[in-house]
């Protein structure tokens, strides 16, 4: 049998490749996993689980189903149990009687007790009833508040992730800008050596790319500072895990899709009904109203006297191995009745009748905010899908009066001046238009949050 070391050398060789292979792979599927894409549906899942406000808003909501039990728990007994136990010691001095002397003495005493009382009350001028409706509806305000700050944090993510991707739209076109620039510089300084172009016209070509780049530098700064505003909205302390996605949004705007819309939105009291029903902020202000008015009763119980029960049992023994054989029971009604406690009451009732005459009063605040927000919404979604189709026809025609400047140009039959115009309208086009479509994006999400109706 032949001993053959360089097939020995050759499969050692390849297996260090495959295990090199293998090793990358698992790399890389192993930093892909721990680096998820941050889409917007990502990010608005992330605001609405980790959001400073969101997260305070629910902090407070789960205190308010202990609440609803401590109202609950005065209708019932509360009960407790007792112990004691009392150690005397007298100590009688000594004394002298006919010459003769009479020693002291010290008595030792011990008393020990154990029980168990209960006390509840029967009536408080039905205080006690209006303070559970009273913690209920702020419950109920309270949880239409987490709901609140859940949409404003889709809303505000919405804003700043589209926000952000305007500026990335924005990086594309000064990005073509500065290639485009770039190619006409080199053609015109070809150009300039075989004497067809100016040597003026280098320069001011020169000038141009050098703003060009200037506003590339400009909008990638600007990129790189709304990425930040969103990661520090969305609670992300380490952005380097969480690079940014935009799947899913699309901007290729269908017109045919502006008549759906305008039809869908065009009963402005059903719109306004429909925000009564779904809006937090309305919710909450009613159930606010609700617990003013609990209040009032609460405060006006005073007036009314009050009624208690007690009972109670127990022993008592001066030796702690018979305490169990003497014992006591005992009932008590206890009928309080305030006759005058120095205005306190009154004032009491005063405050409450203001604190909901200021409920009502949010209340109607809220209404007229509605109507406005409302208004607003809707004059906003209208600006933006004109702004969409004039933006559109603005950049077909700048487009083709750059094409026409710059073939006229190599041409010999315009100036560069004519395609650095002409390069500048279109730009200009450009980015009305990148406006235009993230506008009218962001306007529909307006309009939803406005409705009550936005969601994950």
Do not use: C
């Not at 889409?39 to 629910?58: G, I, M, Y």
């Not at 200037?214 to 609670?235: F, M, P």
């Not at 009613?286 to 109670?312: D, F, V, Y």
Request: proline share 2%; charged share 20%.
């Amino acid at each position: 049998m032949n001993f053959n070391p360089n097939f020995l050398f050759q499969e050692n060789l390849r297996m260090k490749q495959f295990v090199q292979v293998v090793s990358l792979l698992i790399i890389g599927a192993t930093v892909s996993m721990a680096q998820p894409t941050l889409t917007l549906d990502k990010a608005v899942q992330l605001a609405v689980e980790r959001n400073s406000t969101v997260v305070q808003a629910r902090n407070t909501y789960s205190t308010q189903e202990t609440a609803v039990q401590a109202a609950y728990g005065n209708l019932f007994p509360s009960v407790g149990v007792s112990g004691s136990g009392d150690w005397t010691k007298t100590k009688t001095p000594g004394y002298v009687v006919g010459g003769v002397a009479q020693g002291g003495q010290d008595d030792f005493s011990s008393y020990y007790r154990a029980g168990i009382g209960a006390s509840v009350t029967l009536f408080d001028g039905f205080a006690n009833y209006s303070t559970i409706d009273q913690v209920k509806a702020r419950k109920e305000a309270s949880s239409e508040n987490l709901t609140s700050a859940q949409q404003n944090a889709i809303y505000q993510t919405h804003l700043l992730f589209l926000s952000m991707f305007r500026t990335f739209e924005l990086l594309k076109v000064n990005e073509d800008n500065l290639k485009r620039s770039q190619r006409q510089l080199t053609r015109i300084t070809e150009a300039n050596k075989v004497g067809s172009v100016a040597l003026a016209d280098v320069y001011r070509q020169r000038v141009q790319v050098g703003s060009d780049e200037l506003a590339l530098i400009q909008s990638q700064n600007n990129l790189d500072k709304a990425k930040a505003d969103l990661y520090s909205y969305l609670g992300i302390d380490n952005p380097d895990n969480y690079p940014i996605g935009f799947e899913g949004i699309s901007t290729d705007i269908d017109t045919v899709e502006f008549e759906m819309m305008n039809s869908k939105y065009s009963n402005f009291e059903s719109l306004l009904n429909q925000a009564k029903e779904h809006r937090p902020d309305y919710r909450s202000a009613k159930q606010s109203l609700s617990a003013s008015e609990s209040g009032i009763i609460i405060a006006k119980s005073s007036n009314l006297p009050s009624l208690s029960g007690s009972a109670s049992y127990g022993y008592g023994s001066d030796e702690l191995s018979s305490i169990t054989d003497n014992s006591t029971l005992s009932f008590g009604l206890n009928l309080q009745y305030s006759i005058f406690n120095g205005f306190l009451t009154k004032l009491q009732v005063e405050q409450a009748q203001v604190n909901k005459m200021n409920a009502e009063e949010q209340l109607n605040q809220t209404i007229r905010q509605i109507r406005f927000d409302l208004q607003k919404a809707i004059l906003d979604l209208g600006a933006a899908q004109k702004q969409i189709k004039v933006t559109t026809t603005s950049v077909e025609s700048a487009e083709m009066d750059r094409k026409i400047a710059e073939e006229k140009y190599n041409l010999g039959a315009g100036t560069l001046l004519d395609v650095l115009i002409a390069q500048a309208n279109y730009t200009t086009a450009i980015n009305n238009n990148v406006n235009a479509v993230i506008g009218y994006l962001l306007s529909k999400k307006q309009l939803e949050f406005t409705l009550g109706t936005i969601s994950q």
